[in-house]
Every structure is written in structure tokens, then in C-alpha cells.
């Protein structure tokens, strides 16, 4: 049986990657049933996890594993690694540029690398009342309070 994402305690741990560009509806559709298959296959040391992934916002990928019932190990995530490298070779996209920003611009998450980022902010474009996605929360709970934040409140504006 899959694990749902209201499954996973509120101390799952999480992994998210970005991609570099907005990944089209086809491929996400693809992409949500190999996430799936995935995460219902994902075991550390021949024990199944207790694994959630998604696609959101038609350019992240999130991984959540509820260690209660077993820890990710190194080759476990090494797995998930290999997983995210598959996606960037067959769609031609970067998951692991971490110096590529997401923020919304209305409905829209749009992305820019730093530089793009700090100019759109010294033009006005993106400014502290932007929402911007902090990739590096750790965990379900964190992912649900500071995944999404301000501007203001993220480590994004020390870069500016």
C-alpha cells in the first residue's frame, strides 16, 4: 500500500529539488508515476521505507520519509540522487543548481540563478513580500511552515 503524505509524522525527513525550469504538464504526468513507483520501491538495507514524493508546482520534486518505521540510509538516498539525475538527463534540466532561486510571481513560480535574482529585486520585481521556496527545510513540518515564507523571513534576502 502507498503512503500518503497525511501518512508521514510531522518529523519525516525531506528532500527537495528544484528544477532550473518549468517542467511541462506531459512530463509531469510521467514524472508523478515514476516518483510513485519509486518511493513505493525505496528501501534502506532491504527494509521498505516509509516514502512519500510529489511533483508540485510543475517544477519540484519531494522526497518525505517517516524514519519511524526505518532510517534513510547513504546508499537509500544515493538511490534518490540517481533518481533526480535520471530526470535531469531525460528532460534536460538542472535539479541541483542551488544558486537557483523560486519565488512566485502570482499564480506563477517562476526561477532566476543569483544574479537574475538580485536584479530583479533591485528593480522592484521581486521585492520582501515576494513568496520565495526555501529548498533546504528538513523536515514535514518545516516543509509545511518555512518551505514557502517571505522574502523578508528567508535566508534568500541575506544574498541581496
Known sequence: MATTYADLSANSRVWVYQSNKELEQNAVEQLKLQVDDFTKEWASHNVQLKAWGDILHNRFVVFMVDESQAGASGCS????????????????????????????????????????????????????????????????????????????????????
Do not use: C, P
Request: aromatic letters at 14%.
Open 77 to 160: 538516498i544515493d538511490k534518490s540522487v540517481a533518481f533526480i539525475k535520471n530526470i535531469e538527463t531525460n528532460l534536460g534540466v538542472d535539479m541541483f543548481d542551488r544558486w537557483n532561486f523560486a519565488y512566485k510571481n502570482g499564480d506563477k513560480v517562476e526561477a532566476a540563478d543569483r544574479d537574475d535574482f538580485v536584479q530583479l529585486y533591485n528593480n522592484g520585481q521581486i521585492t520582501d513580500e515576494t513568496t520565495v521556496f526555501n529548498n533546504l527545510v528538513t523536515t514535514k513540518d518545516d516543509f509545511e511552515q518555512k518551505w514557502q515564507v517571505k522574502l523578508s523571513d528567508s535566508w534568500h534576502k541575506r544574498l541581496l
